[in-house]
Every structure is written in C-alpha cells, then in structure tokens.
C-alpha cells in the first residue's frame, strides 16, 4: 500500500509534506509506505520515502510542472499495489483506511466535484476546460499506463491546450474514470454538494466552506487565483481552526 505526494518548487514546502504525512499516519490506519516525489528533499520527514523527480522534465520548470509530472511518475508503468495520492493542499479530516475499496483495476479513481451540479457530464469546452473532475486526490491499481502514453505521444500539444491533469483525462479517458462517492471530499473554496456550492452567476459571496464529518477537505485554488486586489483568493488564513487535524 503506497500513498504518494508531490512536492516542486516553492509553492509547497518541506512542512506541507510533513504535514500531510502526521494526517496520513493519524487517519489512515492499515500499513503504508509513504513517498514524495519531489527535488528537493531538504527538511522532509526521514520515514518518508524520497522519489528524484525526473531530469527530462528540466524543461517544465514552471506552475505547470506540477500537474504534468502525476502523469509520468505515477502512470508509466503498471503497479501491483494501491496507490493513494493525495495534492499536498488537503486537510485529512477523518479515517480515511476505506479509500482503498474504491479502487478499480486498471481505472483511476478521481474526486467528483458535486458542488459543481451545473457541470455533470458535460462536455467541457475550451478555453477553460473546467468539469466536475478533480485530481486532488486519486486511488488506483494495476495497468493506468493509458492515462501517459497518449499524452506522451504529443506531450507538447496537450500541455498547450489543457491547463491542467483534469481537463485532459475528463475528455480522452473519460470511460476509465472512476470517481469517489458523495460525502468524502469537499472544497474549502468552492462547496460541499448540490445545494452547499459557489455560484457566481447566483450572485453568490465567496467564503469557505466547512464540514466536519467529510473525510477530506481539498484547499484547490490555494495560491493560485488571485482577487481583483491582487490578493490570494485562498491563502493561509483559510487553514485557520483546521490545526487540530494534523497536530498531535
């Protein structure tokens, strides 16, 4: 059993890994092997496994870095055990040991964004691409080494017409997807489910969301779109009074 994390650049440190870790060692409650991908291991826990990413992606040292590498470091070769990743900017709130039974043989298991009703199956559309898919977390097993070879094949096309993992997977894989329930994941920024969501065109007031019996809260945005004030949308402070998940 391998759960898995990513760490590059300076969006994420050494304590966001080790953070996610004391959550993992907290809630997940079989045996596992934890690792980081990441290049630059300086700080990071020394039970956690370090994994070099690799030196042909020098060329992608940019924000998109991040998204690409899962596909290279986790699906190019089939794997025999469960492997969990999780985005280093999720808080793990409860037990979280049964995520294992959603995993499908050769499929990926990925969050479905259920505070995103207005997307349910619908085909997403350029420029934005956006969908109720959400790689914040995913579970898989066996043979995945579809979701690489096509985005191999013509690597420089798709990071140009996709702005992201999840855009890309949703509209050429969508028939080997397979998607956590309702009830275990929520977002800090956008909802919790159908009738608990961000709606702009409801004129709706951003704020976070909280729900404490949810397994996992996934902190997508952090640092990366900005308000109009060229301030964060999400940043640190939306971290407050989640402390008690990961200190001892």
Known sequence: MNIVCIKYGKKFSYKHVNRLYKMVKKN??????????????YGINKNIKIVDLPNEWEEYKNEKYP?????????EKPTKQINIYFDLDIVIQNDVTH?????????????????????HLKKPI??????????????????????????????DYYALIYNGTDPY????????????PEGEVYSRLYGIDKNNYYN???GDAKKFYYKDNYNICIFNGWKRKKKNNGKYMLDNNAYEGFEKYWND
């Open 99 to 119: 995520l294992t039974n959603y995993c499908v043989e050769n499929k990926i298991c990925f969050v479905k964004a259920y505070w995103k009703p207005h997307f």
């Open 67 to 75: 998204y690409w590498v899962k596909l290279h470091s986790f699906f």
């Open 169 to 180: 997977l949703y509209v050429h894989h969508f028939d080997k997807l397979n998607w956590l």
């Open 28 to 41: 997940f409650k079989k045996d596992f092997n934890f690792y980081c991908h990441t290049e630059n291991p």
């Open 126 to 155: 350029a420029p934005d691409y956006d969908m109720d898919l959400n790689a914040s977390v995913m579970i898989w097993k066996g043979d995945c080494t579809w979701a690489w070879k096509k985005f191999k094949d013509n690597l």
């Open 200 to 202: 702009p065109k409801n």
